[in-house]
């Protein structure tokens, strides 16, 4: 039975038991900062689980997609080495919310994997464990479903407390939690095949014989901070089952890595490395990284130097290293998507939908990190050489880390095939010392966190820029007090405020705070806490006390421009996805009065033609003039309407809808609680006035709206005519003019280079001459003035010429630089090796060099140091002779 077909069959058996089969939901969770990645099925159900939201159903079922590679979930150093660790996995699971509970869910469970009308799996061949208090279940398998007593396994407290135990889950310290039950498959019955473990709870449970392949949780306590257990008043099951374990079970093998899915994979990294399957270890780590990779992307994560996406540039990395191994020096790991697609696309479909994007986004992470793998291995090999014990330097392997790119766990899985360890404890103190040097190095000034307790702040923003509040509380140099006197500079806490203060990019708000005797300027506003608002200024004059009510006054003209700004990230976040494609997620910005700027997912830079096209649909829309609406509703109803939530955000139960324009005529429609213009209209002239890279898959654009546009066409229009008068032209020709200038000054350099070169041969016929004779051999050794790194390469090959046999070395300093060359002619090179002899003369000038054994190059930083340099020459020659 397939992968493909245990996957249906799974979820067909629950749509008949009246489950409602729910999608996967991405591998970046929604709405949830707590977890990296999903890591198992009940992720997307946990607010339903803890009753903050409700579905439409009580009973469901999924396949979900699962990584664990980050975090408390990482298998990552244990991919390739056993039978069933993954990065990527498929979590079959079913899900009751407070309908069915124990009796059920064990019957649907046992009726599943026994029945032969569905998988028919030897029952003597199964064993179940409970938790060791847990008497109703124990009494469910033994009364009801009739397994034998010695085949049920009551398991106790094994984790050294009370419910810490293998059968005890729980969804955090406090919260749901309750005992579970699972079944496990003996892979070994006659031991004929030597598989070596034990039953659960015995001494051998660590080993390969019993697996477990289906976990069904009971959430049916609620346990309190002091660590009361309380009945829940409707227990939910929660229950997880492996597809690849089940898979390889029903494929009659232990290792998940010999089932259909992983041959079809293993064995299109043989055919690339031009090897037989299961060659080695390093076909497996590459078939398991390729699922982890190629879904990540798929769900939005782009390998980077943070968060997600370095996990990503782990697995990666990790997987392009092994293939190194195997041999493929070249670009590989892009084109094992499509033999994935073709094993798991009909399941996915974004794998095929996305396709290009992700060989796209993973070949240009090959490219990168071939850049830097070679050096990185140079450096680990020649520490690795000089060892006198078995562990490899801490700042050795931080060096890696921080120089090369290379993961911590990507050094150890070197040191494991080499049989050495890490100094973990060292690289710790690097990465420290590191952390320190970048605090240091910060400008960024923290005003300390602010103790308060209190009313949250009410925001009236939305509806205008002027209004009334009364001082809640008062801070200065981060302490509370009762009052702020003239020419203090302090933060002050409203009941009711029009400021808006920073959040979602858009920075916090400027303008006024005022009594009949005092005149607070609000110079940032940030939030406390929650929705507590701090505004962050200097009392220019008088005394403000708490309990004063006062004026609030945003500024008019800062504001105004800020929304229009804002505005027009919406529609350029829209145009983005519509010219570029829907790959494009925000992955941070940054909003002011002068202009927006846009992070975003892209893999290119984005062309003239694109950028040309992105201006124009934005401003269509603003010429479009539509009205600019906000309604506040349920996340699950936004998000069905169409509103796009922002990557990795987090979003509560209800949230602010931003439209532009409705029907046909929609622009554009995200979750924002900024501030906006009332219509399209509004925003005025959009400009694009830069677009670079800022990290690995990373893209910024800058743009302006509205007067400040205006100014920044105005500034453009100053430079052409100043240009249009250097070049005696005018606007209507300075491009022709200007043209003609940088060809002149090509056929310039021309000529000057060839000048160049008959002066170098005119030097050259001067200075063989002056070779000496060291034991046979001629040898130049000269100091050149004004010479640089080209010209000295010329001047080196005719004097090798006219010598016919010699050695020649050449050092010229430019300013504080020295270049330097050496050349040998072919009879010598099996005496003196050019590389050896310019490394020689550049450690004396503070550099280093290197090449060819009849030509090499280097350079230093001492120039005062280059005639004893050369002047040390024919003594290490003869030496060498």
Same mark, same amino acid.
């Given at each position: ?9 799974f979820?067909?058996f629950f749509?008949s038991?009246?489950h409602?089969?729910v ?8 709405n949830?900062p ?11 159900f ?21 990584? %664990?590679?980050?975090?408390k ?14 990065t ?39 064993l ?52 579970c039950?699972?079944?496990f498959?003996?892979h ?14 015995s ?7 019993w697996i ?14 002091d ?14 089952? !492996?597809l ?10 232990n ?31 590459i078939?398991?990284?390729? %699922?982890?990779t190629?879904?990540?992307?798929a ?5 980077s130097n943070?968060g ?10 990790r ?31 974004e794998l095929n ?11 240009a ?10 050096? !990185? ?6 520490a ?7 562990t ?8 890696l ?50 103790v ?10 939305y ?13 200065r ?9 003239? !020419? ?7 009941d009711?405020?029009?400021f ?10 400027r ?7 005092a005149r ?7 939030k ?5 608002f701090?505004?962050?200024g ?23 421009a ?8 919406h ?26 700027r ?20 934005v ?17 699950d ?43 399209? !209209? ?13 990290a ?11 007067e400040?546009?205006l ?7 100053g ?19 200007v ?7 090509k ?15 005119s ?24 010479v640089?790194g ?8 005719q ?50 060099g ?14 005062a140091?280059l ?9 290490w ?5």
């Amino acid at each position: 039975m397939t992968s493909n077909e245990l996957r249906a069959k799974f979820l067909d058996f629950f749509r008949s038991k009246g489950h409602t089969i729910v999608p996967s939901s991405p591998l970046v969770p929604g709405n949830d900062p707590t977890l990296l990645f999903t890591n198992a099925g009940m992720v997307q159900f946990k607010d339903v689980f803890t009753g903050q939201d409700k579905r439409p159903y009580t009973r469901a079922a999924s396949s979900q997609k699962c990584v %664990r590679a980050g975090g408390k979930h990482n298998d990552l150093e244990n991919v390739g080495y056993t039978a069933r660790h993954h990065t990527f996995f498929e979590m079959l699971g079913n899900f009751s919310f407070g309908d069915y509970f124990k009796p059920d869910a064990i019957a649907y469970a046992w009726e599943f994997i026994t029945s032969p009308a569905w998988l028919g799996i030897d029952k003597s061949r199964l064993l179940v464990t409970v938790y060791h208090e847990d008497d109703e279940a124990y009494g469910i398998w033994k009364d009801r479903i009739g397994v034998p007593t010695e085949r049920i396994v009551r398991i106790g407290d094994n984790k050294g407390a009370r419910y810490a135990s293998d059968n005890f889950w729980a969804m955090g310290d406090t919260g749901p939690c309750g005992p579970c039950t699972e079944i496990f498959y003996d892979h070994d019955p006659d031991g004929s095949k030597g598989i070596w473990g034990g039953p659960p709870g015995s001494a051998e449970e660590d080993g390969d014989r019993w697996i477990e392949i289906w976990n069904v949780v009971f959430m049916q306590f609620e346990r309190g901070a002091d660590g009361s257990m309380a009945r829940l008043p409707a227990p939910s099951v929660d229950t997880g089952m !492996g597809l690849e374990r089940i898979s390889a079970l029903m494929q009659g093998t232990n290792d998940n890595y010999q089932t259909d899915t992983f041959r079809h994979l293993i064995g299109a990294v043989a055919r690339l490395a031009g090897q037989q399957p299961y060659a080695n270890a390093s076909q497996k780590v590459i078939a398991d990284h390729i %699922r982890a990779t190629a879904f990540l992307i798929a769900d939005g994560v782009l390998p980077s130097n943070e968060g997600r996406g370095y996990v990503l540039r782990r697995i990666m990395r990790r997987a392009i290293r092994h293939g190194y191994k195997l041999g493929l020096n070249e670009p590989f790991f892009h084109k094992l998507v499509a033999p994935l697609a073709e094993i798991m696309g009909a399941a996915y479909p974004e794998l095929n939908g996305k396709r290009a994007l992700i060989e796209k986004a993973i070949r240009a992470e090959e490219d990168s990190f071939a850049i830097t793998l070679d050096k !990185g291995m140079k450096l680990l090999d020649d520490a690795i050489a000089r060892l006198s014990g078995d562990t490899i330097p801490g700042d050795v392997v931080f060096k890696l880390y921080d120089t090369y790119g290379f993961p911590l766990d990507l050094t150890a899985d070197i040191a494991r095939e080499k049989n050495l360890k890490l100094d973990e404890a060292g690289y710790e103190r690097e990465m420290d010392a590191q952390r320190e040097r970048a605090r240091a190095a910060s400008s960024f000034k923290s005003a300390g966190t602010l103790v308060y307790e209190g009313a949250e702040t009410c925001f009236i923003g939305y509806e205008g820029l002027n209004g009334e509040g009364k001082v809640l509380a008062l801070y200065r140099d981060g302490q509370s007090v009762s009052e702020l006197k003239a !020419g203090e500079a302090g933060v002050v806490v409203l009941d009711e405020t029009p400021f808006y203060a920073e959040s979602g990019g858009q920075v916090g708000d400027r303008g006024t705070l005022s009594t009949a005797a005092a005149r607070f300027e609000v110079r940032d506003t940030q939030k406390l806490k929650g929705s507590v608002f701090g505004h962050h200024g200097v009392l220019n004059g008088g005394a403000l006390k708490v309990g004063d009510t006062v004026k609030a006054e945003v500024s008019d003209s800062v504001r105004r421009a800020t929304m229009r700004n804002h505005s027009a990230t919406h529609l350029l976040h829209r145009a983005l996805r519509d010219v570029l494609g829907t790959h494009v997620a925000q992955k941070g910005s940054l909003v002011d009065e002068q202009r927006t700027r846009f992070d975003f997912s892209h893999n290119a830079p984005v062309t003239a033609d694109e950028i040309a096209e992105i201006e124009n649909r934005v401003n269509r829309a603003v010429l479009a003039n539509v009205p600019v609406t906000a309604e506040v509703m349920k996340y699950d109803d936004a998000i069905k309407a169409g509103a796009m939530a922002l990557f990795g955000e987090k979003y509560g139960d209800e949230v602010r809808v931003l439209a532009m324009g409705q029907g046909d005529n929609n622009f554009s429609t995200e979750l924002c609680g900024g501030t906006h213009v009332s219509r399209t !209209g509004d925003i005025g002239l959009f400009k694009i006035v830069s677009e670079g890279g800022v990290a690995a898959g990373v893209r910024r654009i800058e743009a302006i709206t509205g007067e400040n546009s205006l100014a920044y066409l105005r500034g453009l229009d100053g430079k052409l005519k100043k240009v249009g008068e250097l070049v005696r032209g005018n606007a209507d020709d300075v491009d022709a003019k200007v043209e003609q200038l940088i060809e002149r000054s090509k056929q310039l350099d021309k000529e000057i280079a060839a000048l160049k070169g008959k002066l170098a041969s005119s030097a050259g016929s001067d200075l063989a001459a002056q070779a000496q004779d060291i034991k046979g051999v001629k040898l130049l050794a000269a100091k050149l003035d004004g010479v640089d790194g080209n010209d000295l390469r010329t001047l080196m090959d005719q004097l090798k010429n006219k010598l016919g046999s010699g050695i020649v070395v050449l050092g010229s300093a430019n300013g504080d630089k020295v270049s330097l060359i050496a050349g040998v002619t072919a009879d010598l090179t099996g005496k003196v090796k050019a590389g050896e002899l310019v490394n020689f003369v550049a450690q004396q000038v503070g550099g280093k060099g290197g090449g060819r054994p009849d030509m090499a190059q280097a350079g230093g930083t001492q120039p005062a140091q280059l005639p004893a340099a050369i002047a040390s020459v024919p003594g290490w020659i003869e030496a060498k002779l």
